[in-house]
Every structure is written in C-alpha cells, then in structure tokens.
C-alpha cells in the first residue's frame, strides 16, 4: 500500500443524512447522582467514552481495586507459568490472605487467582518482590504503567491496597487501567472466573504438597448480573467500599468504578442497566462501505472510488443524531497511476459530539495514458 502523508488538507465537506438505526423508546430515567457511591463512572471498553460520572476525577483512595494493576504490571512482565518461591517477606502480610509460606512452590498464574478472586495481600507482596525485588521498586514500575496510559491523578505506594495517604487513584484513572487490563486474555479469564484452586504446601523437599486451596471470587457481580466479566472488589475502613464491575451485551463492553460505595452491587447494577439500554455499539460504515469519486489525471479513467478502509464503529445512544460526514484530501486530484490501496485521503464521521475516523484508500488501480510518439523528417 502506497502512503500518502496527509501535509496541507484541501477540504471536500461532505455531509450525508445517513439515518441510523430505528429510534427506540427512550428508558426509564436514570440519575447518577442517586447512587451511594462518593465518585463514580461509567464507561465504554472499547473506545473510553464516558457514560455517566460522579466525581469521577475526585482522588480517593481505592483500597483492593489496587491489584487490577498489581495484575497487569505482573501479567507483562513474567510468564504465567513460571514457577516461583514464596519469598519470607510475603508471609503474614496484614489483611486479607491465602496464608502463603516461606518457600512455597506456586506459578505466578496460581498466585494471580489467589490475589484477583481472594485479594490476597500475601499474594500481592510475593508477586511484587518477585516480579520487581521489593515493594518499592514494584510501586515504581505501577506508576511508570501508569503514566503509559495517561493518568494524572493515580500514584501507587504498595500492590495490595492497604491504606497509604500517597496512595490514591480516581474513579476515571481506575476504568481506564481496568480497561486495559481487559485487554489481556490471561487477566480476562482470571478476572471472570468464580472459582479456582491451587496447589499448597508444594515445596521442594514435599512436591506432592498438602492438597489444594479454593478460591471463591468475592466479586459478587459475576453471578448478579448477566454479562458480567469482572472484575475487582475492594475495602478498607478509610476507602469504604470500592468496586470495578465490567460486563459485555450485544458486541459492547462496559466498565463501572464506585468509590465509597455502601450500596455498591445495586450501584453498579443500575450503572450497567442505564448503559446497556441507552447505548449501543454501531458500525455506521463496514470497510468499503463508503465510497467517494476523486479526480485523477493523465489516468485512463478520470476518477477513482475512494473507499474506507476501516470500519466507522462507534458507542452511540441509542436515541441519536444523524451523522456528519467529512472527506478530506491533500490535493484536488491524484496523478496517475493510481494503485488498489494507495491511500488517498481521510474520512471523518461525527455523531452526537463524537468522531471516528478511516483512511481512504483507491478502490481499485488506474493506470496513466500512454502517447504514440510521433517522429517528424525534415526535407532540404
């Protein structure tokens, strides 16, 4: 495919009332500001847009929810089946445990199901020693990931939660780690599983260890709402409760954050309700669905179809505005020869304040005209 930067743009405006899809009643009237929770958002998966907010830019502490970075930091850094060592000082951490000893035989995968579905501290401490040598070192690499995905307002201190004044996030900075740590299929099965065991008391000189614990997801949402996926609980008495839900209907993910939240499972309940019946995930075009004529010269045709080469897919209410549609070019017109794919231009399509956008690129190839030559003899 041959690129084309897209340097000075000579706009072609072009605005279609492309009708969406069938106006649906509008659902019952939702309020954000009648949850329980102190911060709360709602999101898309996908495309980040926000749904509804309450303070979500607020900074608060957020207790367990923690770990879906502790998760992510160590889901890319070491392999899920890589067997490791309990190290001594994982062992006692404080709060909510697998009861971990010194020298204890598990992969860090059996570690992530003890830290994500029992918010084990011990797991949390051993993963973050083992992954970055200390707890320090570990919060280092949490803000460094951190900072990869734009936040201003998180700073880790610790990978378990416990209260630390320096320890903060928002209700917006935690749907979007959420979001990413969705987007990793080894978290996303951890995130949804109910229940799980793993190995105890498996040392080198024992093997054949003790039997097994088990593992029960405190994320009551996985089976109180349908199309739940994850993904984390968390609560200590200075954060109050706290809880990142996420769930997938009809080809759409959303993700809910509360934050101080004593009635947090009918929060969330009606967060993903309002979200499932006033949006929807629509392609407004499928790629080379769209097509626009665009001159070319010296060419044996005098046009090319420019087409889309993405699909136009965005997060809509389902009770919208007609789209806006524009396409725009470098040039008034492309000298031959034009080959299939060569990108031609741009194709921005707005709806309801919102855009999404796909190269243009040629339909097919247009090749240049060729001249006879002509020889000409001069006679004395």
């Known amino acids: 495919m041959r690129k084309r930067p897209l340097a000075i743009l000579v706009l072609c405006a072009l605005i279609l009332p492309i009708l969406c899809l069938p106006i649906k009643s509008a659902p019952e009237a939702f309020s954000v500001q009648s949850l329980s929770a102190r911060a709360a958002i709602l999101i898309d998966a996908d495309d980040k847009t926000v749904l509804a907010e309450k303070c979500a830019s607020e900074r608060m502490g957020e207790a367990s929810t923690t770990k879906i970075m502790t998760a992510l930091v160590v889901a890319e850094s070491m392999p899920l089946d890589k067997i490791v060592a309990v190290p001594r000082e994982a062992v006692g951490t404080e709060g909510s ?54 936040l201003c307002n998180t700073h880790f201190t610790n990978p378990h939660g416990l209260y630390d004044e320096d320890h903060y996030t928002t209700a917006y900075d935690l749907a979007l780690i959420s979001a990413e740590a969705l987007r990793n299929e080894s978290l996303r099965t951890v995130f949804a599983t109910r229940k799980a065991t793993v190995p105890l008391g498996v040392t080198e000189s024992n093997p054949e260890g003790e039997g097994k614990r088990y593992l029960q997801n405190h994320n009551k949402m996985l089976a109180l709402y349908d199309g739940a996926i994850g993904v984390k609980t968390g609560f200590t008495k200075k954060t109050g409760r706290c809880l990142v839900s996420a769930a997938k209907r009809d080809g759409m993910t959303l993700i809910a954050v509360t934050l101080d939240a004593p009635d947090d499972w009918r929060d969330h309940s009606a967060l993903l309700d309002y979200g499932f019946s006033s949006y929807e995930r629509a392609t407004v075009f499928d790629v080379g669905q769209f097509s626009y004529p665009y001159s070319v010269a010296g060419g044996n045709e005098a046009q090319v179809m420019a087409i889309n080469s993405l699909p136009i897919t965005l997060t ?36 309801n304040g919102k855009a999404a956008c796909s190269p243009l690129v040629a339909a097919y190839s247009v090749e240049a005209t060729t001249k006879k030559k002509h020889k000409f003899f001069w006679q004395s």
Not at 123 to 141: M, Q, R
């Open 316 to 351: 809509l209410p389902k009770i919208r505005e007609n789209a806006d549609t524009r396409v725009e070019f470098p040039q008034r017109f492309e000298i031959a020869p034009v080959c299939e794919g060569d990108i031609l231009g741009e194709l921005t399509v707005s709806i």
């Open 97 to 150: 445990s697998v009861y971990l000893c010194e020298g204890e035989l598990l992969t860090v995968g059996d570690l992530l199901y003890a830290l994500l579905l029992a918010s084990a501290n011990d797991a949390a401490t051993a993963l973050a020693i083992l992954c970055a040598g200390s707890i320090e070192a570990f919060a280092e690499k949490m803000n460094r990931r951190a900072d990869s995905l734009g």
